[in-house]
């Protein structure tokens, strides 16, 4: 198979989500296993956006609009952006490799934090193109660490804020000054996936910072607090003539019929949104608080996950858990950690308890 790809692609390892629900049910023989792994909404989606994705079912004959005109307007309206400063994805990471694509060759160099969302690395090396990953200090993005990475070729900046896997963030200060130094060719994408999630009253939401420097794009995704893993929609906020570039390579139809009407609806329900949120905040602190009673080092997250530490390598506690239906999700890099999604109250119950046996 010599020659057949690409050196960067052959060194690449697939992508690995949590397992499947029905899989966890299959292979251990489990009744309703419940899933922690993949940073979903417990809460499920909007019910108006369930409503507005079952009438569009009698228009699949048909394509999407491929421009998603009534998406990226409600988007640039909610957003207090222009139409064309709005670009659509099939989820945020979707916009992120078209990012990668359009403005890197094989001779520019991007810049990542590690660890941080696991996709980073992948789409850098399927597209050939020369990577440093930043170390965390102390599960925290190192911005000095990334300025000191810069480098005469560097085109593109991902930092995901909170950070993926860690649930950490950096502060409106902090973002500030770093896109301040950053050089003005370079371009920054501020990853903020679990925005909407946020706590902290020194969080930065980074479309308020837009006057700091030109190159910045902001995504956000509806797969988390919306609630619409499933249906794939994300969105990139940038410059005009940046998202135009990107829209040169977005595929045509990349988000389906159903995922525009849904995400429209999902966009207008402030009522499901608070409620999915104020979920989220109170039994985030009630899990960490748990975890602690159990004896284990919880990283403070403004994600709807939390990062749980070991005293030792999580590979068999892991498998032990999957054997009672209960699916976390293990990190590669950090051998003695596993990252938690924060379910419903029943199911962070179900994990504490899980937890308990297998550590004892």
Request: hydrophobic share 40%; with cysteine; charged share 20%.
């Amino acid at each position: 198979m010599s020659g057949l790809v690409t050196p960067s692609i052959e060194s690449l390892v697939a992508y690995e989500g949590g397992k499947p629900i029905e899989e966890v049910a299959r292979e251990f023989g489990v009744a309703s296993p419940i899933k922690l792994a993949s940073n979903e909404n417990p809460l499920g989606p909007s019910p108006k956006a369930l409503r507005a994705a079952f009438e569009a079912l009698n228009s699949v004959n048909r394509y999407p609009d491929g421009v998603a005109f009534r998406l990226r307007h409600a988007l640039a309206e909610a957003y207090g952006v222009g139409f064309a400063e709005v670009l659509h994805g099939s989820g945020s990471n979707e916009l992120i490799e078209l990012v990668v694509r359009t403005f890197c060759t094989p001779s520019d160099h991007v810049i990542f934090g590690q660890p941080g969302f696991a996709m980073y690395p992948v789409i850098a090396m399927a597209h050939g193109v020369e990577f440093t990953a930043v170390p965390t200090r102390e599960c925290k993005h190192d911005l000095a660490g990334f300025l000191q990475a810069l480098q005469p070729n560097t085109k593109v900046i991902l930092i995901d804020n909170p950070n993926n896997p860690t649930g950490t963030y950096r502060d409106v200060s902090q973002i500030s000054d770093f896109l301040r130094q950053v050089p003005p060719e370079v371009i920054v994408v501020m990853d903020e996936a679990y925005f909407e999630y946020v706590t902290a009253s020194d969080y930065p939401n980074s479309l308020e910072l837009r006057h700091l420097r030109e190159r910045l794009i902001v995504t956000r995704t509806f797969s988390k607090i919306y609630g619409l893993s499933g249906m794939r929609v994300g969105v990139g906020i940038g410059p005009a003539h940046l998202m135009n570039y990107l829209n040169r390579l977005r595929p045509p139809f990349n988000v389906g019929l159903m995922s525009q009407e849904a995400a429209v609806a999902a966009l207008s329900d402030h009522e499901h949104v608070a409620s999915s949120r104020q979920h989220n905040t109170t039994e985030r602190e009630r899990l960490s608080q748990g975890l602690a009673a159990l004896g284990l080092e919880v990283t403070p997250s403004q994600a709807n996950f939390v990062l749980v530490h070991f005293d030792r390598p999580t590979r068999s506690l892991n498998q032990a858990l999957l054997e009672r239906g209960v699916i976390v999700r293990p990190i590669p890099m950090l051998p003695r950690a596993l990252r938690i999604s924060v379910g419903t109250v029943a199911e962070n119950d179900r994990l504490l308890t899980a937890l308990a046996e297998v550590t004892s």
